[in-house]
């Protein structure tokens, strides 16, 4: 053969070459690329799942939701729901913890299916205030999730109220 040229052998059908020939090589490009981000998602932790509770029904819910939206988390990880039980802080965070325990079936909530929950609510003149401060802070900590993991449980309270927090920010 002249020099440079290429030498061709035929190649077996029954061999391992032919297979490898017609089927390609066991590391494409793309198995490399799949194994990969299969090791990235091993080593990517999760993001916590956040249930926030609300005393108020639009202006609380509403600013949480926007910045949700606003950093892109996803709607799967924080759940914010306004208190059904009624606006007295204690009422809020009684909430928290039977939405957090039972759940809500017609809300797509699963019971135990969070890592934090906050109870928002306002100072302003209730009288359970500080015995909403009290349970939360007991709570904390001594519920467990569905992945038998502890729950922070928070209260967080807006002095006097969240729209005057609102007007200052």
């Known amino acids: 053969l002249p020099t440079g040229a290429l030498r061709c052998t035929p190649l077996a059908p029954s061999s391992d070459s032919w297979n490898e020939a017609l089927m390609g090589r066991d590391n494409q490009p793309k198995e490399r690329q799949l194994r990969r981000n ?8 999760s993001y916590a799942r956040i249930l926030i509770v609300t005393e108020g029904s639009k202006t609380e819910p509403l600013y949480l939701q926007e910045i949700c939206a606003t950093h892109r988390l996803h709607s799967a990880n924080v759940e914010v729901q306004p208190g059904q039980l009624g606006t007295a802080p ?3 965070v009684n909430y928290a913890r039977q939405l957090f325990e039972e759940g809500d079936l017609h809300k797509g909530i699963r019971p135990r299916s969070f890592d934090q929950v906050y109870a928002v609510f306002d100072r302003d003149e209730h009288h359970s205030y500080f015995h909403a401060l009290d349970l939360a802070q007991s709570l904390d900590g001594k519920l467990r999730n569905d992945d038998k993991q502890s729950v922070s449980f928070k209260a967080i309270a807006s002095v006097p109220s969240f729209e005057v927090w609102l007007l200052l920010h």
Do not use: C, L, N, W
């Not at 299969?38 to 932790?45: I, L, N, V, W, Y």
């Open 38 to 45: 299969a090791a990235k998602e091993d080593q990517r932790a």
């Open 90 to 92: 204690i009422q809020v």
